[in-house]
């Protein structure tokens, strides 16, 4: 489409004073994520895997050479002007949080460990009917009732805001997936919420309550979980009312990654697909609570959509319908906290003929989600900055299941993602859209 | 860019009319293609893996619900119209050489054999020192020298023309890869070129009598392998100068076709790189031939850039810089007319943190590479049609190594080439760009 | 142990005249095994992955180069000498049921057309609750109990080998694997069993019935399914009774076989094993059922077995404690007939230092099973006629739950298998056991 | 055989006082073996690997219950008797060269860091025409010609034996592969061997004077490296001559040992054979050093007889005759200390029908050579307290070439090598030979 249906949205504002980062959930990627902060501001690393930090964004045509960093053509909040903020039932700091998780090496804890010893969780909103599995949930809020706890929560932000002179903030969720939950009246409207919350309804999940306070203080929220927390009316409703933008859902990292590339790739290439077989093992917390077929049914379901968008078997029935798509995660303690991907692809070619690929992938979960935590903080910082509100679809580059406005198929080829993130950047800036084309360096 | 820096092409006349395919070569991947044609002719098998018989092409916003075929869109010839001509040294007709290369199964050749048997070789330009180890050659043209031997094409052209009452031609480089030969001044003008052909000049390999008389016919050249053939000034400037679309080199099948795959999608997330060791088995005669290190040593360069191109280590130092870049063919008969790629794939995360992906193989060569035979063809002749002369590097999505501009780096990224060939499409035909930007539902 | 501690067994009796080899079952790996000797017959085919037809035996010292054949060593009855009898709910002869397999192809399947065609399944007892998913099961026997059915073989038996003149016969459960059962008190006495049978008892399944009309006829019985059938006190007494061999269970094909190759391997070098993940995939009907969670319970308890008798974990907790094992089996379509299984096998070396192996087996079921339906014919017949009866433990060989003597261990490890199996075959013809001590040639 | 044809060997003396183990070679295997030996002894760490540590070894028949360890059965050296030697021509202690090494973690090193420290390499023989690419080789010995430096071998070892009060002596060659020298004239009689030496003959490598230095003062030489060594009739004559046992060569570690346990278990069931791919990728000097075509030359050989001797593809032609067999080594700096091997085995069942097995194996060199280090020397010493001399075969076990007698072809299934191991412990401790044969249990 054409630039000129579009309002450039207002010149953003550049990023002065501090931005304070709150993760519900002090974990493996919260940890990792902020250890990683911290050592790169050091010097003592590099923050690979963000986009933010380390990349460039392609300005005018190839042969005008412009080409500047992400962070030096937007205005992003710097590494050094980040603090942090966090709540977990369990009150482990940091530092015993990043050893007990087993992601990062000793001897990379170790040269910040005063400094992650400093973060302590505040006591969160927290019921075990939610997500289960969790033990020595001691640090935890009592309240009258769930709007009181949201209200708490408000109070939180609004305490690190004041002690660590922050002026703008954002919420990445990093917490475990909770039970599945149907978006019912109670999530239509704000009214109908606020009084849920006051009748301790069991539909309020305490990440709704993390989503509302941040919502209500004027402060982005980013979902890296599958579960609703701010994806339904009542809570979109709030955000364009108070201009807050907000993306989701599940951060996009290891086999679904792997198959926003690879499906592209077959489908540009108009190869057809019998069947795609995936299988995980994992070794961690998350290999134990998805090892259960309950609460893997709620993953499987976002798991299995990604193909069928990409492919789009209702308009390539000949090469898309009806392929067999398997997908299985399996338990399997030696594995530790990384995971392995393995993917047998079954894929048919000229006149119908079978060609198989097979991938093994191992990997690191936290390692791939930390540096999303820190480029959708900046990212929806800025967009906030832009005057942007809502629904951020640009940031599906980032979500496994993207949220979009009704009515809109969720877009997970990862090319298109990325050229729609990199394309609204240069919208926002007021630059030319990149199409590719091309054709004059041959005229 | 904006479209408005762009004159639109001429509006492309219609497609009306027979189209003769010329290929040079009729082995394995020759008869896979014209066999592959006339199944789909007679709806036995489905053009699986091509664009222009497959793809549909988005035009206009995403709620506009435009999505036609691409051959709908465009005026291509319709398979219907297609006619064949061919030249080998062997003198083998379709349906022997079919059957010889062993990669359609009989059930499948022998319901069009009296069709393949029809299609019987032209002699062809053949000496052994630009292509080793073909035994058999006895179907091959004599002159008093090369310029005689390309005049001896061209007349073979226009008998096909005029016996088979086609309109239009295409030729599409189907043979052996060639001896590596570097241009010298006998390729830098169209009177040096004509003067070394008369002197027999060693330079002069001959597919590049093919592309010399293709050009001279009309009629655009495509090259599916590495050999120069028409890259070099003396044929491009004729080109320019006939107003014949040229495009090449070497088909991008197999184990390439999959690191211009996933090789963006790490950089898209700004993942690291240590290393990626790649090892091919192959069975046939091209595994035999590229065992050798000699001739290896030329499809290894092609095979080596592909990388560097993507991932711009010069931009990306940190991520890129001195990654450990092995490729290696082995010889291995059991393998058949199959194929078999591994590759092992070291990239680092956050903080550096190391990961591995495996991928393995099993394809097919000449399946992968019949419908690209089929969408150069048609999409060459369509440009033709819109005017279009020289180098086309829309076409870029199905080569290995794509002729550019001079000055310019070819554009590996399939995903960056899939984008440019469509909006050429769009372009060519008046429509929109497409950017992903999509603003406008969250307005 | 010394040799001087075992009689040696009578001298076996020669093979002559005609073998009957009974299959209940014409499905996939009766077909393959029947149409695999009719072709090795005529001499179109080797008959590959068999012993009996293929393996030599060494006998006397390294140096005095005597390895006959086994064939020739042993009196085993002629592929010319043998007969076919099979039962079958599905009344599909032999050539229909081979094509609907998938196994072999169409060009190995003509040549034997008429042959196959001859063979046609007689009436089989069957019940639905014993065995699912079968549907078109309209070639049933009816009798007014089970005894009767019983008996009814018995007679089948005997026309059979009246009309082909056949002096000798064996059977060989080829049929599918039947619902789980636990030995009762049905199960101890000959007496016990007949009653039951006469009762109509549920514990009595379809494939007891055959195992003891073919004890009661007095011919070797071999089980290649899980299911109880001749694995209970009455049938293995009435065996010892008759003098006739039994053996079983469960042919061992594909994963379960490369477990009992490569666990021998690691313990032969005292390596451990934290972890041992494998998934199969299957697309035919054997991976339907076993893709339901209840069918597979059975199958998953034989496959985990194997690997704690090999490693011993009681013996060397320090290697073997608490390893991680999974067994998973998916249905997976795409597979169509063949199999896949993939392990990933974690272990550690000196210090605990951890390593980890990948398998990836692409491999077919019926193919590998059929050589084992024909050996364990042949040489259930020659034990027969060496006096031979009761448990073939020898034959353990063959099956991934072998039948013991009871309180002993059943030997899973491939080697040490293969190493009784031959110093059986030895023993019997009275040559000297091998122990590949060897140290005459040092001395 | 019969044990009656082999006296026994005299009852072995018990292993009393101290046991020096000398390595010419200080590196990554060396080092790994020493602070691997030294953690155990201190308790923080087990002797994974070791069968001399870790082993049973079944007596009697299976009811028997007598299964002892190894250790406990025969009288080995314990591993608080042991004490070290080294030679190695870069001066590094223990301690820098582990850490240079890079297989153990600094974890692991640093408590016994003081210990590494003590264990300072003696100047070794050392000439950079034999190993190349060994920089840094300043500890040197200096002599008048060869036969004077092998004496002052020979004192070394009577220093190290006298300063430790060592009562007996063993000699592991753990140093790089020298080049490749085919035995001469000069390596048939010790006269002329110790001829040679005076000489500075060029076909006496450094290797072969440590050998000879150990034989003539009486302790047993293992020969870890491909290389010659002790390998020709000089020095085997003069091991007779002197009693002292003598084995080699190449530690079997990585993907050979895999392929002598997948070989036997094709062989065991018959199936054929119709290719073997291998590819190895190795990151560090190892690799670098076989990356190189004329080293690599002398590996591949070694690597490729093991196939065809497990095979016999004289004996089966139908099903190993003319398999492809392809091994290639690729250095591949990622991989850092580890090894990454990738085997392709095409296969042949039933009829001729194909399969196909792939094996990723990540392994470590050191950490399987290390054990092997420990069990040669134990085993080595206890044969020499046996009355063995010259050749080891039962030491095979551990060897990628085993030596043999004259004429005799090598074992190398690794199954009836460890049958042949601890058939031969059983046999000089005067109990019966394990035979599987088990027939009393059914009589």
Same mark, same amino acid.
């Given at each position: 489409m054409s630039d000129s249906n579009l309002g450039k949205a207002t010149s953003p504002a550049p990023a002065t004073g501090k931005l304070a980062i709150f993760t519900p959930g002090l974990g493996a990627v919260a940890t990792t994520f902020i250890a990683g902060v911290e050592r790169v501001r050091r010097g003592l690393s590099v923050p690979i895997g963000s986009l933010s930090q380390m990349a460039t964004i392609r300005l005018g045509? +190839?042969?005008?050479?412009r080409s500047p960093l992400i962070k030096d053509f937007v205005s992003l909040a710097k590494l050094d002007d980040i603090v942090f903020g966090a709540w977990d039932p369990i009150p482990d700091n940091a530092y015993e949080s990043a050893v007990n998780a087993g992601v990062l090496e000793k001897s990379d804890i170790e040269p910040i460990a005063e400094f992650l010893k400093g973060i302590k969780p505040m006591p969160a909103v927290f019921?075990? +009917?939610?997500?289960? +599995?969790?033990? +020595?949930?001691?640090?935890v809020k009592t309240g009258k009732n769930k709007r009181d706890l949201a209200e708490q929560i408000r109070a939180d932000i609004r305490n690190v805001m004041q002690s660590s002179g922050a002026t703008r903030g954002v919420m990445v969720w990093t917490g475990s997936t909770e039970t599945f939950i149907s978006p019912g009246p109670q999530h239509q409207t704000i009214e109908a919420f606020e009084k849920a919350m006051e009748e301790n309804d069991?539909?309020?999940?305490p990440s709704m309550l993390y989503a509302y306070a941040a919502i209500m203080e004027g402060i982005p929220y980013c979902n890296g979980a599958p579960n609703l927390s701010a994806d339904f009316p009542a809570l979109l409703d709030l955000a364009i009312e108070k201009g807050v933008p907000v993306s989701g859902k599940d951060f996009k990292t290891g086999q679904t990654w792997m198959k926003t590339i690879i499906a592209p790739g077959l489908k540009a290439r108009m190869l057809g697909l019998e069947g795609w077989y995936s299988t995980n093992i994992l070794g961690n917390r998350d290999g134990e609570v998805l090892d259960d077929p309950a609460s893997f049914k709620t993953k499987e379901a976002s798991k299995l959509s990604v193909l069928h968008t990409i492919l789009q078997p209702e308009v390539y029935p000949e090469l898309y319908k009806d392929f067999s798509h398997v997908v299985r995660i399996n338990y399997y303690p030696p594995r530790g906290d990384n995971k392995e991907g393995w993917d047998n692809i079954d894929i048919k070619g000229w006149l119908g003929y079978p060609m198989q690929i097979k991938i093994n992938f191992l990997c690191r979960d936290s390692i791939l989600a930390a540096p999303m935590v820190l480029d959708l903080a900046l990212f929806s910082d800025f967009a906030m900055r832009a005057g942007m509100k809502g629904i951020q679809e640009w940031l599906s580059f980032y979500y496994k299941a993207p949220q979009t406005a009704p009515g809109l198929q969720p877009e997970h080829d990862l090319f298109i993602q990325q050229t729609k993130l990199k394309n609204t950047l240069r919208h926002l800036m007021g630059e030319e859209q990149i199409t590719h084309l091309g054709l004059e360096y041959y005229q």
């Open positions: 045509k +190839r042969t005008d050479g019921e075990s +009917r939610y997500v289960t +599995r969790i033990t +020595r949930a001691t640090n069991d539909s309020i999940a």
